[in-house]
T-cell receptor
């Protein structure tokens, strides 16, 4: 089946620094990818829709200047958490839409901000 | 706005007994419904999906779900639970298509399987 990878799988950073998370579709091209956030023992909340070659669409309440999304190619979307703070600590999950119209999810990236 | 409600935050069953995880969705035109499973420290895995074809949908690992429009429900069942089924299960809805829109997740149901 289709595979979506994320890198890194976990990251610890200091408050005030920036962290980049990569989401790659390994065996298909994805014009659309989504970024979700999951707090401990909670459900996934959509953060933004990443479209190849255009600006991302952010959900209400998500700061676009803080969570920078770049979808530079058909197989890669990146999420950069700028000036990270402890409240940004969370599990970040991406998904990519395959040509079959099925969404495949990455394994997630656990971010801890000290 | 689309929404989905998982009626139980936690379900505990004994190994070998049936599993029922309940899900209701907000009524709308042509919903696509999914069940995903999330094992600890692993990614989300699609169990099954309903996209306006047969109302009884069979998925992987012996799971199945029935779409009931009159009840706006999409409950997940399995005849006999296995220890490996212990995980978090999410009922998910998407409107206006299959996978091309962002998914709306339910709050999740944690399934515990007792030996």
């Amino acid at each position: 089946g289709a595979v979506v990878s994320q890198h890194p799988s976990w990251v610890i950073c200091k408050s005030g620094t920036s962290v980049k998370i990569e989401c790659r579709s390994l065996d298909f091209q994805a014009t659309t990818m989504f970024w979700y956030r999951q707090f401990p023992k909670q459900s996934l909340m959509l953060m933004a829709t990443s479209n190849e070659g255009s600006k991302a669409t952010y959900e209400q309440g998500v700061e676009k200047d803080k969570f920078l999304i770049n979808h530079a190619s058909l197989t890669l979307s990146t999420l950069t958490v700028t000036s990270a703070h402890p409240e940004d600590s969370s599990f970040y999950i991406c998904s990519a839409i395959a040509p079959t119209d099925t969404q495949y999810f990455g394994p997630g990236t656990r971010l801890t901000v000290l | 706005a689309q929404s989905v409600t998982q009626l139980d935050s936690h379900v505990s069953v004994s190994e070998g007994t049936p599993v029922l995880l309940r899900c209701n969705y907000s009524s709308s035109y042509s919903p696509s419904l999914f069940w995903y499973v999330q094992h600890p420290n692993k990614g989300l895995q699609l169990l099954l999906k309903y996209t306006s074809a047969a109302t009884l949908v069979k998925g992987i690992n012996g799971f199945e779900a029935e779409f009931k429009k009159s009840e706006t429900s999409f409950h997940l069942t399995k005849p006999s639970a296995h220890m490996s089924d212990a995980a978090e299960y999410f009922c998910v809805v998407s409107y206006g298509g299959t996978g091309r829109r962002a998914l709306t997740f339910g709050s999740g149901t944690r399934l515990q399987v007792q030996p």
